[in-house]
C-alpha cells in the first residue's frame, strides 16, 4: 500500500497553565491551526473538565486535530492526522506550539499506510 497519510503525535511539556486551562484560548488555537493550514472545519467538539482540563477535535476533510490538557502539569498531548497533501500538519503543529507558549515540545510523525 502507497502511504495515504501523515500523523503527528505532539508532546508538548513545559506549557503556559493557564493557557492550558483557557477553554476559549484552546478551541480558538485549534480552529487557527486547521484554517492557518489551508483547511475548512467540517466540525469542532470541545468540553471543559472541572477543576482543571480541555479536551477537543476539529475535523477537516480527511483529516483531524485533537488536543487533550493537563494544566496542571503544564502539559498537553496533541493529535495531527492528514490524509491529503493539501494540508501541512507541521506548520498546525508549530501554530500550537507557540499557541499554548510550549517551552518542551517534541513531535513524532507516523506515515499512514
Known sequence: MNQIGIQLFLELKVCDKKL???????????????????????????????????????????????IHTWPELGYAAVDIFTAGESFYPKDAANILIDSLSCNDPSITEIKRG
Do not use: C, R, W
Not at 484554517?35 to 483531524?64: C, D, M, R, W
Open 20 to 66: 492550558l486551562d483557557n477553554f476559549d484560548h484552546v478551541k480558538s488555537s485549534m480552529i487557527s491551526a486547521a484554517k492557518i493550514s489551508g483547511q475548512e472545519i467540517l466540525a469542532e467538539s470541545f468540553y471543559k473538565f472541572s477543576p482543571l482540563g480541555v479536551t477537543g477535535i476539529v475535523s477537516i476533510p480527511k483529516s483531524h486535530l485533537s
